[in-house]
């Protein structure tokens, strides 16, 4: 089931273009961004050190390559017309952002096959500028020579308020602290891989659901459905290609490994490792190292246990202890299953949950919200359900949003605080572009709001009270020019106010909150 | 259609079970235990010196390992030679004319810009043939089967086609040496992730790039080169009385990036919500065929709903002035071309599909449906296509609502998920005799390698034109019932097993060894015509175990 249908259904059910009224209780001053690929990576950094964030976005042309285009912010919370453009060579495979050098404002950190660079947006070109961090043969060894590629590999991991990296490489990670003036030393290696495994082993043997329809000249119409359950030997014994056999590619090389996740996984205070990799009998394995303070993430795990690893995983603290605990999400169709499984203090029984929930509808996401920041956190839960009888009378789907409470026996209430329950049909299917979002705090009052598009493709706001209740109107709208399909709340400035990014279908606009 | 048939694997492996075996003339085979070191990712086969017998090629780490086969066999403990590898990124190919027509070698391109050659005379490894140096070659770290040795100008000699930074470099062998090489846009796909705390998600990248497209395009009997990225089509035409086989500059190209700034960008504040697949006036193709039997490709170009036919000539194509254009309206949604009359002359297919609206998907979402799609046959006279379409072909696609095909989805995918070896055996086809018109089928059940000879169809390559419809020229009406073709799915084995579930072996061959974790592949290595037998047995954290079945 395409987990993405409901919003593509949405998507396609735009009606035309609205007034362009400005309806808010708070300023704003708007920026439009049009670019080659609207829905492509998008990055806000502080680059030239004032305090106010700029946009970053990728951007490529034929005859020049790859450029990092900046749109400055601007004093009056705008941003300049025209970007800044920056080169981005061919050997590039990644870009970061960070602060290194003395000079006000981040730098790029740029991720090549086998080197680590640092390079400033305030100085011209590359010459003089471009500095090798450290040498470091990185996982992926291939450029896209259209795209830039943000990534997260560099963060300060062992709270120092120095940036580290941790770089993935052929076959293990390596962490390098930073020491400030983009100096590094390395401080801890090691692999995700399940070394007592063979590349045999490791070999994923799920079975394999492919569908194709399809309309060509061989065949005319084609409607493939292919069930493949591979064996650990499939390919291992190859013969030369005959004379005129058809070689369909030049080349074809796969590298990957398990990732590593950092979190607070014990009591110490320091950020750990964590990632899953393959187990006995088909199951997976969590595997955890512990940061020491001063020797850096040791070779070997501390901790391990097989769990089964299906489904969307991740490590996020449930309970408010400050650890993060492990949240598994399986099922398919309308029929999931949420598990938690507590941290007690850098362990986990993993053969037992410690709450299982259940729901019954599409595409659910799951999210544990702080609404206000002395408050224990919530699970806010959303999914779309199709009763029959309102399909066949309305043509209509609803939209179901969950609220359970912290609860000190289990960890979650076993039935939901709060219900919001919505009904879409083609008349208001464009509210089905983003589910909404308990994350954001849109007017700064310190509580977090849910954050909705409505029926006429406005982004709106509804308070959410003590009793967690979500209001049945909105305290907050934005009335744009266009259909909003995506919203984020951000910080892009050094004013408590908070901001907002709308993503249209071919523009986005950032609103920068105003006095 | 495909479907995989069933007899719910274990109830296959039991009825296998039950027969005991005939005494059929089957193969004589010799045993040879191996073992491969557990890092071994596959073997090749490949006769390098020219005895009529396949050698085994493996990479380990940063060495390419041959084991070598003799009359006796093969002796997986010592009898082995390796190519250490001076660098960690090493593009290798098996070469077969690039030396010697004779045998295969194997190729080695270090760095991306130092071309050598190691060949195997009887059993001994001969030192390093410097092909070429200081090529422009781009390759990424890793010991890398890359098939850049291709004979592209039917001379017998091999060619070189070298990946770069996003560009494919073509060399031409001759008897003089490599010409100058031709550049070409490649249309190279990486996919990466190096992010960190996605947990349960793998880093890394994987690369593909695809071969080049080659044939003859103006029927001068040399192999053309078509190149495709996402911005232009360009062909070029092989020039073999000139001192470059290929021109340096396409002999023809067609913008494709002007045609979709042409056609305009999708806007979804835009949408027409009552017609959905309105938004096929976006789509475009270009397509190579000969339409006048000239021998000679043409080029249809479609943009949204307007067809226009170029001519191509023995030097290129006339791109000025389109010989036809042709208009549709509706939601076109694909043309190609196929002889529907059987004249000999291809025929413009014209598909359409019906406006679908927005109500229509969320109907669909609780209730089955249907898509009316339409193909329009303009008649090709020759020179051109028919003005208007002298025949009408419908189909109805009919299909559960969403719900349904979700519910259809975690069945199968849970039946998929509960399989495991025990429910399939392992099998696989097989040549053990000079039998042509039916395959013989390995079984490994247990200790036990059943064989059953003769006992498999082969399968024609092709299915017929519109076969799962049951065309055929006297009708225009069909339907396709998706909830059919699910129906239809059964997981399990393949259609092999099924075949032979009621019949007797003509030979069980007991393994001096216990299976606990198996699999077979066929092939032949031996100077017979009947194929060899890799039995897997077991592998662990050191080696991968099996017995080799060499036919006598």
Redesign the interface.
């Known amino acids: 089931m395409n987990r993405r249908f409901f919003s593509l259904l949405a998507l396609l059910a735009t009606t035309a273009s609205l007034p362009a009224l400005l309806s808010a209780q708070t300023n704003y001053t708007a920026f439009e961004l049009r670019r080659q690929d609207n829905w492509g990576p998008m990055r806000f950094v502080d680059l030239n050190g004032d305090q106010a964030l700029d946009i970053a976005v990728p951007h490529y042309d034929a005859v020049l390559g790859r450029e990092l285009h900046v749109y400055e912010q601007l004093d009056n919370g705008n941003f300049s017309a025209e970007p800044q453009r920056i080169e981005i060579k061919t050997e590039i495979i990644a870009i970061a952002f960070a602060d290194l050098r003395p000079e006000p404002g981040e730098e790029l950190i740029l991720f090549a096959s086998n080197g680590v660079f640092s390079l400033s947006s305030q100085l011209p070109g590359y010459t003089g500028n471009l500095k090798l961090l450290l040498q470091w043969n990185l996982l992926a060894s291939i450029p896209d020579l259209e795209q830039v590629r943000f990534t997260n590999l560099a963060r300060d991991i062992n709270d120092d308020g120095h940036v580290d990296l941790l770089l993935p490489g052929d076959d293990n990670y390596e962490l390098f602290l930073g020491q400030g003036n983009e100096d590094f030393v390395a401080a801890g290696e090691f692999t995700t891989l399940n070394a007592d495994l063979t590349p045999i082993q490791r070999r994923s043997l799920e079975a394999d659901l492919d569908a194709e329809l399809s309309i060509n000249s061989e065949r005319g119409i084609v409607i493939d459905v292919n069930v493949d359950v591979p064996s650990p030997f499939a390919g291992f014994v190859q013969s030369v290609a005959r004379e005129g056999e058809d070689q369909e590619n030049l080349l074809q090389t796969d590298q990957w490994m398990p990732t590593a996740t950092l979190a607070h996984l014990n009591a110490d205070g320091l950020t750990d490792l964590a990632y899953i990799n393959a187990g006995e009998a088909g199951l997976g394995r969590l595997n955890i190292h512990y940061q020491r303070p001063t020797q850096g993430i040791p070779a070997q795990a501390d901790w391990q246990q097989d769990l089964d690893s299906s489904g969307d995983m991740r490590l996020t603290d449930v309970n408010d202890d400050g650890l993060a605990d492990l949240m598994r999400l399986s099922g398919e169709g309308d029929d999931w299953i949420a598990r938690f499984f507590l941290n007690r203090n850098g362990t986990f029984n993993l053969s037992q949950a410690d709450q299982v929930m259940r729901f019954n509808g599409y595409e659910p996401t799951l999210d544990i919200i702080r609404l206000q920041e002395n408050n224990a956190p919530v699970l806010s839960v959303s999914y779309y359900t199709i009763p029959v009888v309102d399909a066949l009378r309305n043509a209509s789907i609803n939209r179901i949003q969950l609220i359970y409470a912290n609860d000190s026996e289990m960890i979650f209430s076993a039935r939901p605080v709060a219900r919001l329950e919505e009904s879409f049909s083609a008349d208001n299917a464009r509210a089905l572009t983003e589910q909404m979002s308990l994350r954001f705090d849109v007017d700064g009052d310190g509580r977090k709001d849910a954050l909705y598009i409505t029926d006429n493709g406005t982004v709106a706001a509804r308070r959410i009270d003590d009793e967690l209740q979500i209001a049945p109107e909105p305290f907050w709208e934005y009335i744009s020019p266009r259909s909003v399909f995506e919203f984020e709340v951000l910080s892009l400035n050094a004013d408590d106010r908070p901001d907002l990014m709308l993503r249209h279908g071919n523009t986005t606009t950032l609103l920068v909150a105003r006095p | ?4 048939f069933c007899c719910k694997g274990s109830m296959a492996a039991l009825l296998l079970s039950l027969f005991p075996a005939l005494s059929m003339a089957a193969p004589k085979f010799s045993e040879f235990p191996f073992q491969f070191p ?9 006769d390098l010196n020219g005895d009529s017998h ?1 050698e085994l090629i493996s990479v380990l780490g940063e060495t390419i390992r041959i084991y070598t086969a003799t009359e006796a066999g093969f002796d997986f403990e010592s009898g082995y030679v390796e190519i250490p590898l001076e660098s960690n ?1 090493v ?1 290798w190919d ?1 070469s077969r004319g690039l030396t010697n027509a004779d045998n ?1 070698a194997i190729v080695t391109l270090t760095n991306g810009s130092s071309l050598q050659a190691w060949q195997l005379q009887g059993n001994t490894l001969s030192a390093p043939i410097l092909i070429a140096d200081n090529l422009p070659g781009f390759i ?3 010991i ?1 089967r ?3 040795l ?1 004979d592209i100008n039917g001379d017998d000699l091999e060619d070189l ?1 070298i ?1 770069g ?2 560009v ?1 470099y073509i060399y031409i062998n001759t008897d003089a040496g490599f010409q100058s090489p031709l550049t070409i846009q ?1 249309e ?1 796909r ?1 996919r ?21 497209e080659l044939r003859d395009v103006n029927n001068d009997g040399s192999a053309d080169l078509i190149s495709r990225t996402e ?1 232009r089509l360009d062909v070029f035409l092989a020039a073999t009385a000139a001192d470059a086989y290929f021109p340096r500059v396409p002999s023809y190209s067609v913008d494709i ?1 002007a045609i979709e700034a042409r056609l305009g ?7 027409d ?1 009552s017609n ?1 697949t309105g938004v096929l006036a976006l789509t475009h193709e270009e397509i190579l065929d000969d339409v006048d039997n000239d021998g000679i490709e043409d080029l249809l170009i479609r943009e949204g709903g307007k067809v226009s036919l170029f001519s191509g000539n023995a030097t290129g194509m006339n791109l000025e002035t389109p010989r036809q254009v042709l208009r549709s309206g509706g939601n076109v ?2 043309t ?3 002889d529907e009359n059987e004249d000999g002359l291809n025929d413009l ?1 014209l ?1 359409r599909v019906e406006p679908i ?3 229509d ?3 669909w ?3 089955s449906g249907s898509i009316a ?1 339409e193909a329009f046959v303009y008649p090709n006279d020759g020179d051109r296509f028919a003005r208007r379409p002298n025949r009408r072909i419908s ?1 109805e696609l009919r299909f559960p609502s ?2 349904r ?3 259809y ?2 069945s ?3 039946q ?2 509960q ?1 495991d ?1 025990d429910s ?1 055996p ?1 099998h696989s086809i097989a040549r053990l005799d000079s039998e042509n018109d039916r395959q013989d089928l390995l079984v490994l059940l247990g200790d036990q390698l059943r064989v059953f000879m003769n006992s498999i169809e082969v399968e024609a390559e ?8 049951g ?1 055929s020229r006297e009708r225009d009406d069909y339907r ?1 019932n ?1 909830r059919d ?2 129906d239809n ?1 059964q ?1 399990g084995s393949s259609p092999q097993l099924r075949q032979v579930e009621d019949q007797q072996a003509d030979q069980i061959i007991e393994l001096d060894v216990p299976v606990n ?1 198996g ?1 077979i ?1 066929a ?2 290595l031996n100077a017979d015509e009947v194929d060899d037998i ?1 039995v ?1 047995t077991d ?3 050191s080696q ?1 175990r099996g017995l080799l079945l060499l036919s006598q």
Not at chain 2, 38 to 46: D, L, P
Not at chain 2, 192 to 212: A, E, K, W
């Open positions: 259609m495909k479907y995989f557990a890092a071994t990712e596959s073997v090749i086969a490949a396949r990124a593009a098996i295969y990424g770290r890793g890398t890359t098939r850049f291709r086609v990946p930074a996003g494919l490649s190279t990486t990466t992730q190096l992010d960190l705390d996605r947990l349960n998600v793998s880093s890394g990248q994987s690369v593909t790039i695809p071969f080049l911005a990036a960008e999708f806007d979804v504040d835009n949408v919500f959905l949604l694909s190609f071309l196929y297919w598909w609206s927005v109500g998907l969320f109907v979402l609780a209730l799609i189909v969403v719900m095909l979700a519910n989805y975690e199968i995918s849970t998929a998920d399989l070896s399939v392992p092709e299915e017929a034109f519109l076969g799962s419809l065309y396709i998706i073709v699910i799915i997981i974790r699999d592949a092939l032949p890799f897997f592998y662990d954290t991968i």
